[in-house]
T-cell receptor, first 114, second 109 residues
Framework: NAGVTQTPKFQVLKTGQSMTLQCAQD?????MSWYRQDPGMGLRLIHY???????DQGEVPNGYNVSRSTTEDFPLRLLSAAPSQTSVYFCASSPDRGGSYEQYFGPGTRLTVT | LAKTTQPISMDSYEGQEVNITCSHNNIATNDYITWYQQFPSQGPRFIIQGYKTKVTNEVASLFIPADRKSSTLSLPRVSLSDTAVYYC??????????FGGGTRVLVKP
C-alpha cells in the first residue's frame, strides 16, 4: 500500500491564483481530512469527510473548498490564494471504528503564496 | 466544543521516563483519546489510543482516569530520537478531529 499520497510536494503561487492540492489513499478509509500547519504551530483542521459525497467544515475553512467524489480522493482547492495561506498542508485518512480514529498522514505540501 | 490543553514544552534526559498530561474536560462519552508524534518536516504519526484505564504498546503507555477528563502519555526510557512534538487529540462536535497545541519534548544527552 502507498498509504496517503499528496501532490505536489512544493508549490509557489502568486496572490489571487487558484490551485488544487491532491490527496489520495489506497486503504479504503472512510474518513479523510485536511490540516494546515503554520511555522512553529500546531495543526488546524480545514475540512473533513466521513465518506464519499459527504464533506464538512473544520476550524479554518474560509478560502478553501473540498469535494469527495470517490473514497480514495479528497482534493483541496484554494480559490484565490492569499499570503496568509502560506503553510504546510497535510492530508490524513482514517478508518471509522465508531468513534475511534487512527489517522494516517501524508508527507505534506509546502505552499508559499507571494 | 472539545478542546485539549497540554504543556508547551518539556525537557528530559536520555534514559528517563517522560510523562505528558493532556486535559480534555469536555470529552464526549464515545470519544477516544489519541496521541500523535511529529518530527520536523513530517506529518504526525499515530502513537497510541485509549478509551479508559491503561493502554500499553511497544512505544508508550496511556493512562486515563475514570472521569476521562485528562490523560497521560508515558514514554519510557527516552532516547535522543524521541525529541519531537507530541499531540493529544480529541473530537470536537461530530467527527471533527481537532489537535491541541502540542508539547515539544527535547531529550538531552
Amino acid at each position: 500500500n502507498a498509504g496517503v499520497t499528496q501532490t505536489p510536494k512544493f508549490q509557489v503561487l502568486k496572490t489571487g491564483q487558484s490551485m488544487t492540492l491532491q490527496c489520495a489513499q489506497d486503504m479504503n478509509h472512510e474518513y479523510m481530512s485536511w490540516y494546515r500547519q503554520d511555522p512553529g504551530m500546531g495543526l488546524r483542521l480545514i475540512h473533513y469527510s466521513v465518506g464519499a459525497g459527504i464533506t464538512d467544515q473544520g476550524e479554518v475553512p474560509n478560502g478553501y473548498n473540498v469535494s469527495r467524489s470517490t473514497t480514495e480522493d479528497f482534493p483541496l482547492r484554494l480559490l484565490s490564494a492569499a499570503p496568509s495561506q502560506t503553510s504546510v498542508y497535510f492530508c490524513a485518512s482514517s478508518p471509522d471504528r465508531g468513534g475511534s480514529y487512527e489517522q494516517y498522514f501524508g508527507p505534506g505540501t509546502r505552499l508559499t503564496v507571494t | 466544543l472539545a478542546k485539549t490543553t497540554q504543556p508547551i514544552s518539556m525537557d528530559s534526559y536520555e534514559g528517563q521516563e517522560v510523562n505528558i498530561t493532556c486535559s480534555h474536560n469536555n470529552i464526549a462519552t464515545n470519544d477516544y483519546i489519541t496521541w500523535y508524534q511529529q518530527f520536523p518536516s513530517q506529518g504526525p504519526r499515530f502513537i497510541i489510543q485509549g478509551y479508559k484505564t491503561k493502554v500499553t504498546n511497544e512505544v508508550a503507555s496511556l493512562f486515563i482516569p475514570a472521569d476521562r477528563k485528562s490523560s497521560t502519555l508515558s514514554l519510557p526510557r527516552v532516547s535522543l530520537s524521541d525529541t519531537a512534538v507530541y499531540y493529544c487529540l480529541s473530537q470536537a462536535a461530530g467527527n471533527k478531529l481537532t489537535f491541541g497545541g502540542g508539547t515539544r519534548v527535547l531529550v538531552k544527552p
